[in-house]
């Protein structure tokens, strides 16, 4: 799936402060990975990510469902901006959006999220940003982390590519803990990136298998 610079061809998708896209800017700028991202796609028009893209002459769509009178004319929209920018890879960061499930199959096995917990514990329908940290700091576990996974219809369901864990310290806040894994994140994303434009990705059904 790589293109002749050896990099893939990434539209993010982000509703909020996009932390997650800067990181995958500098990953690429400073050349830990050959993928660059061309696109991005919010449906917040006051997001930190597309005030991020802009900054970074990256061309940025508030994109969103009430800008259409029909659902299939906003998917249509959609697809037709990932067409144009001959997108190879999908990464979801902080988008609080299902996404249509016409674009999950046209783009099978090529959209990822990110994830501020280990799944598949902490994760699903109203697991998003702080209420996950809630939940594990008011759950007791002594470890959360990052997750990487593919998307599939489901909330938080597709198969994990890569997993990191971090300490739930005594004393630890909600706060204090989303500031420890956004750090995590924001290694594990490009990493994962770097594995699939290297094809070290394989699939067997529902499992995927990382090559050495
Ligand atoms: C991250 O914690 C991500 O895992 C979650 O939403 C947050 C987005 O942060 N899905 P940012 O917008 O990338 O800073």
Not at 29 to 50: E, H, P
Not at 144 to 166: N, W
């Amino acid at each position: 799936m790589t293109r002749s610079s050896g990099g893939l061809n990434l539209c993010v998708l982000a509703s909020g402060e996009g932390s997650n896209l800067k990181a995958i800017i500098r990953a690429w700028k400073s050349k830990k990975i050959k993928s660059r991202v061309v696109l991005v796609i919010s449906n917040n028009s006051k997001s930190g990510a597309l005030r991020a893209a802009h900054r970074n002459n990256i061309p940025a769509y508030h994109l969103s469902q009430i800008q259409f009178n029909s659902e299939k004319k906003f998917v249509d929209s959609f697809l037709g901006l990932l067409r144009k920018f001959e997108i190879d890879l999908i990464l979801l960061a902080g988008y609080m959006k299902m996404l249509s499930p016409k674009i999950v199959k046209r783009y099978k096995n090529r959209i990822l999220n990110i994830h501020p917990a280990l799944l598949p514990q902490f994760g699903g329908k109203g697991m998003y940003g702080m209420n996950v940290h809630h939940a594990v700091i008011e759950s007791g576990e002594k470890s959360s982390g990052a997750t990487v996974h593919f998307v599939d219809e489901l909330y938080d369901h597709g198969a994990t590519l890569f997993q990191k864990q971090v300490g739930v310290a005594e004393g630890d806040t909600p706060e204090t803990l989303q500031k420890k894994v956004l750090k995590v994140e924001h290694k594990i994303y490009w990493e994962a990136i770097k594995l699939i434009e290297q094809n070290k990705v394989k699939f067997a059904g529902r499992k995927v298998v990382v090559e050495a």
